[in-house]
Structures are given as C-alpha cells and as structure tokens.
C-alpha cells in the first residue's frame, strides 16, 4: 500500500519578516549599520538649555513667576503650576506653533528636572489647566512679570513702538473675525497689539483682539493703561506710531498726558492740499536717505489746535508701470518713461510735538520700520502664528507667555553676543539646540555636549564665557538680592544699547500703579 501524503507539506514558514529583539541591520550607501533604541537613555535634544536655566535663576525670574501664578488646583492627582508653566516655556522655546507639539517633549527628563519639574506634562493638561485660570488674574500675573522684566531699562531714555498684526484663523474661535487682513483677504483673524521698546525689540505687553479691531481706537485704551501702570518716571520720551495714530483723539491725549508723539498722517485731501502749496514755495531741506523735508503748521477739519507737521518727499527714479482700466473691454498698460524734464516725487507727512530738526524727526520714524521685524520673528519663529483654543482667554495667556519668553531668550541671547539682535532662527541652533547625554559618576552629573554646528567652536567659547561669567555673579548672589543680580544681567547683556552704563536698582522700586 502506499504511503503517499495527500497533501505534500509547503516549504518551511519564512522567519524574515518576523521582528526581533536586538539591533536592527540597515544596509545603507554607507555600508551596513545595525540600529537599535534605547528608551531610558539620558538625552535630550536641547543640549545647551541650562545655560538659559542658570540665567533665569540667577535673574530670579522662573521661580519669581511661577511662585506668583494664580492658578489653584486642589485635585491631588493634578500636575503642579511649575510643572504645568514649564512644560509651555519649553514649547515656546522649541518653537512649537500648536499645543499638540508637546508631545514632542514628553520624553523630555532632563531640562525638565533643570527648571525643578517633575515632568513634562501632556498638552491636553497645559490647555485645560490655563483655562481654570480667571481671565482678571491671570493677565494682571503676566502684565506684572512683563514689565519686571524690562523695568530696569525704562529709567534710560525710550521710545514706545506701538503697532499691530493680524494672526489668520480657521476654525470657529471666539474673536474670529473679519477685518483687515492684507495677506488673506476676507480670512477671519485675531488682533495683536504687542508695545516695544524701541531698539531693543522687547515687548512691554501685548493685547489680542478680535480681528475686526485693528483700529487705533480700539487699542489706544489698553496703551493708556499700560502707562498708567509705569511709574512717571519710567514712560517713554515719545510714542511712535504710524498712520492709524495720527488722529485727533490720540494727540490730543498725549498732548493731556504731556508726552511727546511721532505719527504718520494719511493723505487726506487737506494733507493733498499742504504738499501743494509746499510744492510750489516750501524750502526743501535734506531730510537723509534721499529725501527732502518742509515744515509747516497744520490743522486739519476736526483738529482743536494746529499742529507741527514734516512734509518728507522722495524722487522716484525708475520708470514706472501705468494701469489704465478706463476701457472696460480691453486693460490697458503702459510704462512712464521719467526723464530730467519729468520729475515725479512719492510724499510722506509726519505729525508731531517734537522740536527736532527734520533730519532727526525723519531718521526717527524711519527708525520705526524695526518694529516690523519682531512680527516677523514673533510669528514665524515663536508661537503668536500658533497656539490657538476656541476661547480667546487663553490666547491672550499664550500670547504673553510667549511675550515673556521671547523676552527672556532675546536677553539671553544678548548676553551671549552684546553686538547685535540674534534671531530664533539663528540663536536657537547656537545656543539651544545640540544633543547631550548625561552621566553620573561618583555624585556628579555630567552633561556631554555633541554640536554638530558649523559654529561649534565659537559656541563653546561663548558658553564657557557665560559660565565664567555666571560663577562670578554666584559668588556674590548671597549678598545681591535676585532684583540686583538681574540688574547686573541686564548691565552685561545690553552694554551696547546702555553704551557701557551700570544699571543701578534704587533701594526700593517704585511699585506699578
């Protein structure tokens, strides 16, 4: 009989694609490279943070905001506030945009036990605990600790920038609203009126609106109150501003309050009507940069006084491109050729209280185009493009988390390098991205740092500097109260701007209003 199998056996089950434990073999251009993973490593990715962390708390400035934060959570399973506001100045630092980003940092154990936390906690935990803040408190907390941190540099002579930007949204958030918004018309959006410290780039406070309050009259409460919670002595030399600005009521409120102002007119009709006769037998002067200026006294219809005006104009060189849509069924487009018999000029009027000569009142609002710059950065680079919630009470905590943050690095980033103004997109790769792993040993932990910047070199020698600097300024902290290590901080990171000045602290500071 035989004993032939029905059925014949397949060939033996493959054990390819079945996974296995140990390192992995990846065959690369490079040759072979076997992989593996270790999720209780000591790493992390923002290798040169406690320079930062050192920074703050020599300054006393995270224990001082968190200490002070009025956020109250009596559940025993609920995260800390340090814990809670730690967790969102890492975000903001790693330049995350949304709140679902910190899922990116949960592995995050090292700088997270640097600032005193426990943990990073989960984004959905950051979102909902700031909305048990109430709204009152909680911006009253961050005004107070926004101003804290530039105070010391409000006793030099300052300009206040004030300005505004427009943050697109796209869902159904509170305030969402359609307005102004040049770069996506009809896109509902909210309002930010952030106020700077000219020069500097740092941010005294910031207001979020609904998008259809770009208007001057809706933000010119919230800058009155702001100087009303300056001491006297600390508001600024003159308000900047542009075109939105130049208005009766503004003006004449600076004029009540007795500060100086620098704003843009429109060219109304009446505006029109001075550059005419200043056109005619005005005497040009040059006011830098290839302009020409004029002086004149000019009340407008609605203005209670006459008021001192700088007519600026400019002469176009390069030919320029004519659009004639006059003819319905054909555009006409034409280029006018400019020759030295056809002098054609652009104008610009400022408005002002201030009694220096056109040259400087001009290089003056020119000045102001630097205000543009944070906007950029702060957008693109921190979280006011980001960060967005249904409600618009935590954007407006967001906005100024971000503020003092921003605030906070930008400082820290001078004091690395006083020469100039470094950018996230630059200073975040020098000075706080690079992995390290930490080892213990003996009771000491060792963070070792591996930079692969081009940089690397100059960085090193930077931070070295920093932590000389730091040991220094440690070795006296005893007898220096947090208040005047941070005016000693400020002394070194702004010598530029304070031309090699000390700051000195007063024995006491006057209080904010």
Same mark, same amino acid.
């Given at each position: ?14 054990? #390819? ?300 060189? #390069? ?195």
């Amino acid at each position: 009989m035989s004993n032939a199998i029905a059925h014949p056996q397949g060939d033996p089950q493959s054990t #390819a694609l079945v996974p296995h434990a140990g390192p992995v073999a990846v065959d690369t251009f490079g040759g072979r490279v076997h992989v593996e993973w270790d999720a209780q490593a000591a790493v992390t990715p923002l290798g040169q943070l406690p320079f930062f962390t050192e920074f703050l708390r020599l300054g006393g400035r995270f224990d001082a905001w968190v200490d002070s934060c009025p956020l109250v959570l009596s559940s025993p399973n609920a995260p800390s506030n340090r814990d809670v506001l730690g967790t969102a100045v890492l975000a903001v630092l790693s330049g995350h945009q949304r709140y679902a980003h910190i899922n990116a940092l949960r592995g995050e154990r090292i700088n997270a036990s640097l600032l005193g936390m426990e943990v990073v906690v989960s984004e959905d935990s950051v979102r909902r605990n700031l909305g048990k803040l109430d709204e009152a408190d909680g911006v009253t907390w961050l005004q107070e600790h926004l101003h804290t941190c530039v105070s010391p540099v409000l006793g030099e002579p300052w300009i206040l920038d004030v300005d505004v930007t427009v943050k697109p949204l796209y869902g159904h958030q509170e305030g969402a609203r359609k307005g102004y918004n040049p770069h996506k018309p009809g896109r509902p959006a909210h309002t930010y009126q952030p106020y700077f410290v000219a020069g500097l780039r740092l941010i005294l406070d910031v207001e979020v609106l609904a998008g259809n309050q770009t208007a001057s009259k809706h933000r010119a409460p919230g800058l009155w109150e702001l100087l009303d919670r300056l001491p006297r002595a600390h508001w600024p030399r003159c308000l900047r501003g542009d075109c939105d600005w130049g208005n009766q009521a503004n003006m004449a409120r600076a004029e009540q309050e007795g500060i100086a102002y620098l704003f843009k007119l429109r060219l109304t009709a009446g505006v029109k009507r001075v550059i005419e006769r200043l056109m005619r037998d005005a005497d040009w002067c040059d006011a830098g940069q290839g302009w020409q200026g004029a002086e004149t006294r000019l009340r407008l219809s609605g203005w209670s006084r006459a008021r001192r005006a700088i007519v600026l104009r400019r002469r176009v060189q #390069a030919d320029l491109a004519v659009v004639d849509p006059s003819d319905p069924e054909q555009l006409r487009l034409s280029f006018a050729e400019l020759t030295e018999e056809t002098i054609v000029y652009e104008y610009a009027v400022l408005v002002t209280s201030l009694t220096h000569e056109i040259l400087s009142v001009a290089q003056l609002y020119r000045d102001r185009a630097d205000a543009e710059n944070p906007f950029d950065e702060l957008k693109n680079h921190w979280g006011w493009g980001g960060f967005t919630t249904s409600d618009i009470k935590r954007c407006r905590f967001m906005a100024r988390i971000t503020a003092l943050t921003y605030n906070w690095w930008s400082l820290f980033v001078r004091l690395a390098d006083p020469r100039q103004h470094r950018e996230a997109i630059t200073s975040r790769p020098l000075l706080l991205h690079a992995p390290a792993r930490v080892t213990r040993h003996g009771g000491q932990t060792r963070l070792t740092i591996s930079h692969p910047h081009a940089e690397a070199a100059w960085i090193e020698t930077v931070c070295r500097e920093l932590a000389a600097f730091f040991a220094t300024l440690r070795q006296t902290a005893e007898q220096l109260s947090p208040l005047h290590c941070w005016y000693r901080l400020l002394s070194r990171a702004l010598v530029k701007y304070l031309h090699g000045r000390q700051l000195k602290p007063p024995d006491a500071l006057p209080a904010p209003a």
